[in-house]
T-cell receptor, first 112, second 115 residues
Framework: EADIYQTPRYLVIGTGKKITLECSQT?????MYWYQQDPGMELHLIHY???????EKGDLSSESTVSRIRTEHFPLTLESARPSHTSQYLC???????????FGPGTRLTVL | AQTVTQSQPEMSVQEAETVTLSCTYD???????LFWYKQPPSRQMILVIR??????QNATENRFSVNFQKAAKSFSLKISDSQLGDAAMYFC????????????FGKGTLLTVNP
């Protein structure tokens, strides 16, 4: 398995709370990605980064924000969680011009 | 925009038998990559096999092989000698050869392996 980590693995939180999902990788990969996986298991890209201080929105609109201050770290933040944010969030990374993305174990978020 | 279609929401196979999962995609590009990822229940998504579009030879990884038909835009996965550990959700994914390398996923096929 790839050296990419996500914390927490599971999170149950009330509406209106601010949360940050952590993603770190130790492979020195410059490109990182966040995917949202809905209950039907379909995956949608919500954010990506080409490197430090680079962030872009993905194909699916999301109220979350991301930052990339360090190469190995790509946290995702929700300022005010809502039940519609309930989903699994997968982080992935890729090195340079290689084509394969490696995935973290995911964070399963439930907002009550 | 590229799309990836997996027409089989669920499949089942007997242990030791062979199963084929279907995937079609739509693109106007000539240079791209195709992948099959496996996501076991509550476990990490892992890469099963990848195919470069410019290579005519079908990729093979042990018991896993693909049937890549570029003209038909078809990319099926064959699992031979199925094992209980193969049970998982399988995702077909497309990655353009451009610089952004964003993956577009199909909706997945849930594979059950019966003992």
């Amino acid at each position: 398995e790839a050296d990419i980590y996500q914390t927490p693995r599971y999170l149950v939180i009330g509406t209106g709370k601010k949360i940050t999902l952590e993603c770190s990788q130790t492979m020195g990969h410059d490109k990182m990605y966040w995917y949202q996986q809905d209950p039907g298991m379909e995956l949608h890209l919500i954010h990506y980064s080409y490197g430090v201080n680079s962030t872009e929105k993905g194909d699916l609109s999301s109220e979350s924000t991301v930052s990339r201050i360090r190469t190995e770290h790509f946290p995702l933040t929700l300022e005010s969680a809502r039940p519609s944010h309930t989903s699994q969030y997968l982080c992935a990374s890729r090195l340079g011009n290689t084509d394969t993305q490696y995935f973290g174990p995911g964070t399963r978020l439930t907002v009550l | 925009a590229q799309t990836v279609t997996q027409s089989q929401p669920e499949m089942s196979v007997q242990e030791a038998e062979t199963v084929t999962l279907s995937c079609t995609y739509d693109t106007s590009e000539s240079d791209y990559y195709l992948f099959w990822y496996k996501q076991p229940p509550s476990r990490q998504m892992i890469l099963v096999i990848r195919q470069e579009a410019y290579k005519q030879q079908n990729a093979t990884e042990n018991r896993f092989s693909v049937n890549f038909q570029k003209a038909a835009k078809s990319f099926s996965l064959k699992i031979s000698d199925s094992q209980l550990g193969d049970a998982a959700m399988y995702f077909c994914a497309y990655n353009s050869g451009g610089s952004n390398y964003k993956l577009t996923f199909g909706k997945g096929t849930l594979l059950t392996v019966n003992p």
